[in-house]
């Protein structure tokens, strides 16, 4: 595998939170990602906000706009970068729906061999882990390289960010620049020349 420092190549990077509230802790990562991603990680965030629940129905007729700029964003993105909340120990409707209109239709699929980074965090003590256990499956039907290792599941997040949303926690922050840099090496393996 090419590490960080011997490959200067911008990757470019879609990434989303399967959070739809405003001052998700999932979201206040990704911003935080974005700001202590190395220079060659060019991370763009997507807001799910309008991407209506998936039917094979409305499916058939079309994508909806927003499922189509969603799927046009992946497509572009050499990989994908998802903060992922828990909900009742397992992946949110929210983050589950967006892949399910990704993953279609499936022998052309987005997702398709698209290197994927999880991350999550959550108020609770396990920091999203069954949530992002349970999408580590869903990415194995899509045919996506899901990095294994490091993980980074930021448990009690409401001490680790401000009012602001900003991490403020500085062993949390320096782990989420080590697991940039192990995405950025990830995503190279399978898209680097």
């Not at 990077?13 to 999932?26: P, Q, T, V």
């Not at 189509?68 to 828990?86: D, N, Q, V």
Request: hydrophobic content about 35%; some cysteine.
């Amino acid at each position: 595998m090419m590490s960080t420092s011997d490959n200067n190549r911008d990757i470019e990077i879609l990434a989303f939170a399967g959070s739809l509230r405003k001052g998700s802790y999932n979201k206040a990562l990704l911003r935080a990602a974005k700001e202590l991603a190395p220079e060659s990680l060019n991370i763009q965030i997507f807001d799910l906000e309008g991407i209506p629940l998936y039917n094979a129905d409305v499916e058939a007729q079309g994508d909806p706009k927003r499922v189509s700029e969603f799927k046009e964003t992946i497509r572009e993105a050499e990989g994908l970068l998802i903060a992922t909340p828990e909900y009742n120990h397992g992946v949110p409707g929210v983050t589950k729906n967006a892949i399910d209109w990704a993953s279609r239709p499936a022998k052309k699929a987005p997702l398709n061999e698209k290197p994927v980074g999880i991350l999550g965090a959550s108020p609770g003590m396990t920091g999203s882990a069954r949530g992002q256990s349970q999408l580590r499956q869903a990415f194995e039907f899509t045919n996506s390289y899901c990095m294994p290792q490091p993980e980074i599941l930021v448990s009690r997040a409401h001490e680790k960010f401000d009012e602001e949303g900003d991490l403020t926690d500085e062993a949390t922050r320096k782990f989420l620049g080590k697991y940039l840099d192990a995405l950025n090496d990830w995503v190279n393996k399978f898209t680097g020349e």
